[in-house]
């Protein structure tokens, strides 16, 4: 079916899909299907923050003091982050726009990409501090093998859906050969890649960026790279939201509250996107070996973090009906979670940020008891 | 155990009985008695205090945006608005 970027027939956003439904004609958002989007978009607007806020200067000092496995771990977990950001900064917009049938749902998407670009801006910022040119570091990132590694599995579920996408609204459904390989293009093979996909999108949120958090928080806790570590707190404020719209894409699927079909699917393919989360869980812990391949840091071993990433795992696997298929009983780094507060996060300090603050600032409730004390 | 009127009783399975505190949420009332629970946010959008509840009801102190199942509510941003049971996974 091909896209339009106003589609003229009139629709009823209220009946629509998440997905493959019509294309989306106004962009109204007095009436939502989901209004939990609605309430993620008013949210991640109230988040707002620019990378140029939180000044980095003395992290030079401090960077200049590491030894060189923490120069490794510290540089390693800003390539990575810089890898998901990138992805993270297009891959839904380039995916999902396409198919999406709800207004509060494509600004969503949108509004969520362009979180991520702040993100991608933010590592620019804290690089440009560290090096005179960090040309080097940025290049490394498509020629490290642990990196490519991982790019590859968070990209692939994403490019089947494109391709699958494409060929879909330039064709129509049917069986093609292209290159010679053979492509099957039916309405249910596209939703199962969209489920693949959420799956992967919401693995990558949930548990990819948590053994980098845990290293810079780490030094932190140590009084280093201070504000490195505010601006990933800003991150992962971000991330917690974009993990909470998954969660509910997925949940809202499985539990026939969208697309009957897509309730199908999620039990057919149950095991299938389980396993892209174990494999993300995984890919982590070897990355955390990778980290520490020429020494520990303080504060943090291999073996501990990786049963970070499982506590962490185990968390957001039970929150979306896959279980807690780790033992671990108690959260192996408590001090993580002081970082990971939303009000704890601090800009500027005359700028003590609130974010409800932002969300319906003006309380216009006024009752008779209000003026009680009050005489002419 | 006798409660005042705003005050309720917190059963933790497994483990200990507790009340409420009407200026504290949930999960600050958990922590001043020293039960460990899990949290990030603290605002209701991330999730990760999720928590089952047994018997009872709550009152939100802000709109919880983070997914919970309908047993299940998030201590950083709820008060018990009567005795409640409930049961926590680390």
């Known amino acids: 079916m091909k896209y339009t970027t106003f589609n003229q027939e009139k629709t009823n956003q209220l009946d629509e899909p998440m997905f493959f439904g019509k294309p989306v004609n106004v962009a109204r958002y007095d009436q939502q299907k989901h209004s939990i989007f609605e309430k993620l978009i008013e949210k991640q607007i109230s988040f707002f923050w620019r990378p140029e806020e939180v000044d980095v200067s003395r992290d030079r000092v401090d960077f200049q003091k590491l030894s060189d496995p923490e120069k490794h771990i510290f540089i390693s977990n800003l390539k990575y982050q810089t890898l998901l950001d990138s992805v993270q900064g297009r891959s839904p917009n380039i995916a999902f726009l396409p198919i999406i049938s709800l207004p509060e749902l494509e600004t969503w998407v949108e509004t969520w990409s362009f979180f991520e670009t702040i993100h991608s801006r933010s590592y620019t910022h804290i690089l440009r501090n560290l090096f005179v040119d960090p040309s080097e570091i940025f290049e490394d990132i498509v020629d490290n093998e642990e990196i490519k590694r991982r790019a590859t599995d968070i990209s692939r579920y994403y490019d089947d859906l494109i391709y699958a996408t494409q060929l879909w609204q330039t064709r129509g459904e049917g069986t093609y050969e292209l290159d010679g390989e053979p492509y099957v293009v039916t309405m249910r093979e596209l939703k199962k890649k969209m489920y693949l996909c959420m799956n992967s999108v919401n693995a990558l949120e949930a548990i990819r960026f948590y053994v980098s958090f845990a290293c810079t928080f780490a030094f932190a806790e140590r009084e280093l790279m201070e504000g490195n570590s505010k601006i990933i707190r800003l991150i992962a404020r971000d991330e917690n939201l974009h993990l909470t719209s998954t969660q509910h894409i997925l949940n809202l699927w499985a539990r026939g509250k969208d697309d009957p079909e897509m309730a199908e699917i999620a039990e057919e393919c149950h095991e299938e996107a389980k396993a892209i989360f174990l494999k993300a869980v995984e890919q982590e812990k070897q990355w955390a070996e990778y980290l520490f391949q020429h020494g520990s840091m303080i504060g943090l071993n291999k073996e501990i973090l990786c049963q970070y990433v499982e506590y962490i795992a185990n968390q957001r696997m039970s929150a979306i009906g896959m279980g807690t298929p780790f033992d671990v009983t108690s959260n192996p780094l408590p001090w993580m979670n002081n970082y990971l507060v939303s009000d704890n996060v601090q800009v500027a300090p005359q700028e003590s940020e609130i974010s409800s603050y932002l969300v319906g600032q003006i309380d216009s409730s006024v009752s008779e008891d209000d003026f009680a004390d009050f005489e002419l | ?90």
């Open chain 2, 1 to 90: 155990m006798t409660t005042k009127d705003d005050e309720h009783r917190i059963e933790i399975i497994d483990t200990v009985t507790i009340t409420s505190h009407a200026n504290k949420t949930l999960l600050e009332t958990l922590e001043a008695q020293n039960v460990e629970v899990q949290y990030h946010c603290r605002e209701g959008f991330c999730g990760a205090c999720r928590t089952k509840i047994l018997s009872g009801d709550v009152d939100y102190t802000t709109d919880p945006l983070a997914f919970i199942d309908d047993d299940e509510i998030l201590p950083c941003c709820c008060k018990p608005n009567s005795d409640i049971t409930i049961k926590i996974t680390p």
